[in-house]
């Protein structure tokens, strides 16, 4: 296995886990909080009802709650959704190739953008970055993420 197919996997599965348990990390956490409160300030009792909070923090907490459900959609739509619609070309190893020299590297926090004959790839950065500027190259790379699988330096 290639460490590109690696850093493939790590993305995929970071993925699914902030997807399926942050939002009920988040919805335990915010519960956990509000009864802590209750019981600290003797409010909390099954037959009495609860102590309304201040208008200000209801807000912000709505509004908190709707920013944080944004950021997870945002995350879903523009990275999660095309690491899982190229699974089925990583099982079927049919992959897209481009071979050429690099022409250019923009290098971000989380992965790489290189332009190879203007095509447009991501190397992931989990492992140490590999591809040099003005080198020749084949890639082959996952048509939804633009994610390389593979690489051969040609000389």
Known sequence: MTKYLIE?????????????FLPFVIFLTHKDMRIRKKIREGTFS??????KESRTKMIFI?????????????????????????VPALITGNFLLA????????HNR???????NNTKIQEDTW???TIKQYNKYKIS??????SIIKIQKLD
């Open 8 to 20: 493939f996997i790590l993305n995929f599965i970071v993925g699914l886990v902030m997807t399926i």
């Open 46 to 51: 099954y037959l009495h009802s609860f102590n």
């Open 62 to 86: 709505y509004l908190s709650q709707v920013a944080i459900t944004a950021v997870i959609c945002c995350y879903l739509f523009f990275i999660q959704i095309p690491i899982i619609r190229d």
């Open 99 to 106: 071979e050429g020299t690099v022409t250019n590297i923009e």
């Open 110 to 116: 989380a992965y790489n953008t290189i332009y190879i």
């Open 127 to 129: 492992f140490t970055p």
């Open 141 to 146: 790379y996952l048509k939804h993420s633009k």
